[in-house]
């Protein structure tokens, strides 16, 4: 039997608080949005302040990643099931606490199990975000809504790294790293005060929930992330590549038991018919895709302009603020856009982020790593949000509003292992070049390195000693697991002219090196948008009609009636 796409209810009129509703629902999804990148630019001050080593700063961010990619699924079901409004709440009242306790953090340790805990808060208050878009708004309003909610996505994403080097920079009270956490707490209590005044509750599907397809897709999840995660650290043992390849029989076992839930009447996880519309399946590859390209790119020019040029954290993020700035204003007209180009916008949405991201290549080959990159950041920025807001409608089109949060937790899924796909790239590739071109670059700043140790005094001899090992050190660091570290037997850096003359060496073979290296990335990531765009062609040319209208929830009612079997 197949079953309806909706449900028998009376026509009920638009929410008439529905845009402060929007802006009350995405100032959640700002605090979510936000942390996946504002963490980046303090990684350093956390580091020397709690005595740390990198890999388990690299913990810090890859808890809030799985944390948050582990139950977005779940979460979306358990929001259809018991109520978008109560999970929302639930989420933003864990993610403050959260964010807090980070703050308070005393220990490495202490630090990652917080942000664990927080990314875990963001998988479960991330579906209610979409779902709520879904049952508040008329179907005529929702591409406004999404554009909006796209734009906020956008900014949050980009503008991560320039929010965290200002909070850096202020050293508010003293407090040094602690306020990019501390951010959140005003933030979470405004949002939760007035969610439970303004959003009213909407549920989708009833019946039980799924446990074993719930342990099915958390345990597929995994089994593709943490070997992202932790792969290029560990050198790609053997068990990451089994890993990721067992996450796809476990993939099929989940669907089929779906659809094993589904004929014997019962509610599944993620209803597979899902997947049996165009504007569904090709939409969730696409977030997956451009996801994969837009993170790492930004991951890339992070690392690259705080590592490899040595900038501080506030001019990371003023370098990258273009970025935010154009994908504000393509999600601001995208709606627009679509309404004329149907899934034309997302095509030239990607078209403009692959022009963007070759000409970000060229720039940093022929110009610079600074403001040389405003034009193509900006060009880049504006195509992004062309993509990044309209997709998420047309993804969500023809989903009822019923399966909302079951299918904003795929949605917000493929979203997050495209993240951590885009980050795992580029970090190969970035890491991988540096390795392998580190030579090079310490042979072209060697001749400049000893005539500078001959002026400073040392005889030409020893000169040309420390010359080989200065070559010697930086290539065993660039090839290191923790680029951060000095290499045994190598000093670091001495104060008067012998140690200005190293310094120097080291900053320009260092440029020289990231600059190689970051080409390279960027052109691995670009990938990801390219597949972007050719996915586009297995959308409808239309975006397939929304829900009905008689489907919306009544706002007259908190409850809603089981669906007839």
């Not at 582990?70 to 959260?98: Q, S």
Request: glycine share 12%; aromatic share 8%.
């Amino acid at each position: 039997m197949t079953e309806s796409w909706t449900d028998e209810r009376s026509t009920a009129p638009p929410n008439p608080r529905r845009w402060l509703i929007l802006a009350v629902i995405l100032a959640g999804a700002f605090m979510i949005l936000l942390a996946t990148t504002i963490v980046n630019v303090a990684v350093a001050p956390i580091q020397r302040d709690l005595k740390s080593t990198y890999t388990a700063m690299e913990w810090v961010i890859a808890g809030y990643a799985l944390g948050y990619g582990l139950l977005l699924i779940p979460a979306g079901r358990i929001g259809d099931r018991f109520g978008h409004r109560k999970l929302f709440l639930i989420g933003v009242a864990g993610f403050t606490l959260a964010s807090a306790a980070s703050a308070l953090a005393a220990t490495p340790g202490q630090l990652i199990a917080f942000q664990v805990v927080q990314g875990m808060m963001a998988g479960i208050l991330n579906p209610p975000v979409l779902a709520l878009i879904q049952t508040t708004f008329p179907a005529k309003e929702t591409g406004k809504a999404y554009g909006i909610y796209g734009a906020i996505g956008g900014i949050a994403t980009a503008s991560g790294p320039l929010l965290g080097g200002l909070l850096i920079a202020w050293d508010l009270n003293g407090w040094d790293w602690r306020p990019v956490f501390l951010l959140n707490v005003p933030i979470g209590l405004a949002t939760f005060v007035a969610a439970l005044i303004l959003v009213p509750e909407s549920r989708g599907r009833r019946g039980g929930l799924d446990v074993i397809g719930m342990l099915l897709v958390s345990a597929a999840v995994l089994l593709l992330a943490v070997p992202l995660v932790e792969g290029q650290r560990l050198g790609w043992p053997a068990w990451t590549f089994v890993s990721m390849a067992a996450a796809l029989p476990a993939l099929a076992v989940f669907a089929v038991w779906e659809l094993r839930r589904a004929r014997r009447a019962q509610v599944p996880l993620v209803s597979m018919r899902l997947f049996a519309h165009r504007s569904f399946s090709a939409g969730v590859g696409i977030s997956l895709c451009y996801f994969a390209g837009f993170i790492g790119l930004l991951f890339a020019l992070s690392l690259h302009l705080q590592i490899g040029l040595e900038k501080s954290a506030l001019t990371t993020g003023l370098i990258l603020l273009p970025f935010s700035f154009g994908t504000l204003v393509g999600a601001a007209i995208s709606d627009n856009v679509a309404r004329a180009l149907g899934r034309g916008v997302l095509m030239l949405g990607a078209g403009i982020v692959i022009v963007g991201m070759v000409g970000i290549i060229a720039t940093i080959h022929w110009w610079g790593s600074g403001l040389e990159l405003l034009p193509a950041l900006l060009f880049a920025g504006f195509g992004s949000g062309l993509v990044i807001a309209p997709s998420v409608e047309i993804v969500l089109a023809g989903v009822p509003w019923q399966d909302a949060g079951a299918a904003s937790g795929v949605l917000g899924t493929a979203q997050r292992l495209g993240q951590a796909i885009g980050v795992a790239v580029a970090g190969v590739v970035l890491f991988g070049t540096l390795g392998s071109y580190s030579g090079t670059a310490a042979e072209k700043a060697s001749p400049e390195l000893q005539a500078s140790l001959v002026a400073a005094g040392l005889p030409p001899a020893e000169a040309s000693a420390a010359t080989t090992t200065f070559a010697d050190c930086f290539i065993r660091q660039s090839r290191a697991s923790d680029p951060t570290a000095t290499p045994p037997g190598c000093a670091d850096s001495a104060p008067g002219p012998v140690g200005e003359a190293f310094d120097s060496a080291a900053t320009r073979a260092l440029e020289t090196n990231f600059n190689r290296a970051v080409q390279w990335t960027v052109g691995a990531v670009l990938i990801g948008v390219i597949l972007t765009f050719l996915l586009v062609y297995l959308l409808p040319r239309r975006p397939e009609e929304p829900w009905a209208e008689a489907s919306k929830p009544d706002w007259n009612v908190t409850t809603q009636p089981e669906p007839a079997k």
